[in-house]
């Protein structure tokens, strides 16, 4: 796929709103309880403009709740955040001005086609005649959908409805784009070329990008993740600094009685074990030496071993001690 970056470059500014005095979301301390139940605790992290921020978790760990906090759907009870400046508690309506919001259900209409759907949408928010026409061209061709633009978008795969609900969201020429799982229900091209049109139009606007995701693979195309689990945040940093804190390499070894083995390749080796879905999981320096070894040690016992640099999954696993999957809810 090619990503014009010219074309996402010459998106104009005319209709920018006046400057802001930070191009940052700064949240501090945000914390969210429903009724019955804690989605958030004491979550804190900046996002600066020009980079993808991931917002990365198993489903129940709170990415929704605090998507819905950001995008000034809920309101802000505990804690605080301030986007571009503005205070979340107090300017919303300033903060709404500056905001693009792609929800994870969609909200086009598909007996429409791609530009009328566009053209609507440029009406709810003042947008017409010229400056409308133009906007709408550029934003088309900047995802691709250029020659595509009269077709229905019941008609549309995926991918591209994905792609028009992104250029819907830019129409007014928002300073913050914000997506609740973008790539949910996408195929693997359709996601990459998602994350690749994601990375082009960070790295050439002024815009602060923010997304959830539940999917490994799509945090590690952001700049920087935030991990969430359990409401809390456990790990922020870029993909590649958290996965060299697991250190080393990590195995998994498949075998009929973990138990067993893992107890003796800890007195063997000196290495901790733990017990997971996929297998005796652990992590070691100079992991294919370690294979080499233990498989000669215990020839027996091994039905199949496996080895590679950290995941996020992994770094994940190192913070929880939980795997990366469905946590069950809990009471406040
Ligand atoms: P995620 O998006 O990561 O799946 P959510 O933010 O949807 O997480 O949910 C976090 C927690 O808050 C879960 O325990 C969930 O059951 C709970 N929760 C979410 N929405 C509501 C709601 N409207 N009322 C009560 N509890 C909710």
Do not use: W
């Amino acid at each position: 796929m090619v990503v014009d970056t010219e074309v996402v470059n010459s998106i104009t500014t005319e209709s920018r709103k006046p400057e802001v005095s930070e191009n940052r979301i700064d949240v501090k301390n945000l914390s969210h309880a429903y009724p019955e139940r804690r989605a958030l605790e004491n979550v804190s992290f900046s996002v600066s403009s020009g980079e993808i921020f991931g917002l990365l978790g198993p489903n129940g760990s709170g990415k929704t709740t605090l998507f819905k906090i950001l995008s000034t759907l809920i309101p802000i009870t505990s804690g605080t955040a301030h986007i571009l400046g503005y205070n979340l508690a107090t300017e919303v309506r300033m903060i709404r001005d500056f905001l693009g919001v792609v929800f994870q259900h969609p909200g086009l209409d598909g007996k429409l086609t791609i530009v009328e759907n566009l053209r609507h949408h440029g009406h709810l928010y003042g947008l017409s005649g010229k400056t409308l026409h133009h906007r709408i061209s550029e934003l088309l061709e900047c995802f691709g959908v250029a020659d595509r633009a009269k077709e229905h978008v019941e008609i549309l795969s995926g991918g591209l409805k994905r792609r028009v609900e992104i250029a819907k969201a830019l129409l007014h020429t928002p300073r913050v784009l914000m997506l609740d799982e973008p790539t949910s229900g996408l195929d693997m091209t359709a996601r990459q070329q998602l994350n690749n049109y994601l990375g082009a139009l960070a790295q050439t606007q002024d815009i602060l990008v923010l997304m959830t995701t539940h999917l490994l693979e799509d945090a590690e195309t952001c700049d920087r993740v935030g991990i969430l689990d359990d409401g809390r945040l456990v790990a922020l940093g870029e993909p590649d600094e958290l996965k060299a804190e697991v250190g080393g390499d990590v195995i998994l070894i498949e075998t009929t009685d973990s138990d067993i083995l893992g107890t003796a390749i800890t007195e063997r080796f000196g290495i901790s074990t733990a017990l997971t879905d996929d297998g005796l999981r652990l992590e070691c320096e100079r992991g294919h030496e370690f294979v080499r070894d233990v498989v000669a040690t215990f020839p027996d016992e091994i039905q199949s071993i496996r080895f590679g640099k950290p995941t996020l999954a992994d770094v994940f696993i190192k913070l929880t001690g939980n795997p990366f999957q469905e946590r069950k809810d809990r009471q406040n």
